[in-house]
């Protein structure tokens, strides 16, 4: 048992996880957050807020200094904490990591513009690449969250954060309903895992 462990012995590993916020955190800056953890280890647990979308202003100013062209709505500010600029995507062409199946990221300039250009697909024929349709399933993210672990623990035995599995029609679904269809999700999850019944793909409204 590792140091980590011994914290926490019936904590799960977060990796490629979905924090949602809970209602306790309304009237906070995290308030209806969806954070994609990325690291989860002794030095701590670093994430990415993912509907946060980027003001008129942070806008403007990384198009400045990236040149990049990309989807409106598509730039989100991961959290307060300095980061490298990172793209989630579903090209596994030109991924550097897999985050978790069907989500990918990439960080470097190369992959930013074969992303928003048009990436270039597996197939290699008559002598050059084939390019696909530009992806539109993607997130260019500025900045971290960070916790220490014990302190996210806390948090998330005290119902603050709400984990789910961080699927991808959640982490690329649009920001302005990416809370709400997270924690559909874990209500879902919940009454799975009480009763056994699988909700998914349920509607409500033929009850």
Known sequence: ?????????????????????????????????????????????????????????????FEKLSHLCYQRDSLVIGGPLAGPVMAFHQNQSIAEIEIRDGVFMSCSQDALQLLVDGEIDETFRNGRYQYAAPELNYRIVLGVAGWQSRQLHREIEAGLWLPIEGAADIVFAPPETMWFTAIQQFGDDMLHQVTGYNPSGFDCELN
């Open 1 to 61: 048992m590792n140091r980590f462990e011994s914290y926490f012995p019936h904590s799960q590993n977060l990796m490629g996880k979905l924090l949602v916020a809970s209602p306790a955190l309304n009237q906070t800056p995290m308030s209806e957050a969806v954070v994609l953890v990325l690291q989860d280890s002794e030095n701590g647990i670093f994430g990415a807020r993912l509907n946060a979308v980027a003001s008129s202003q942070q806008v403007t100013a």
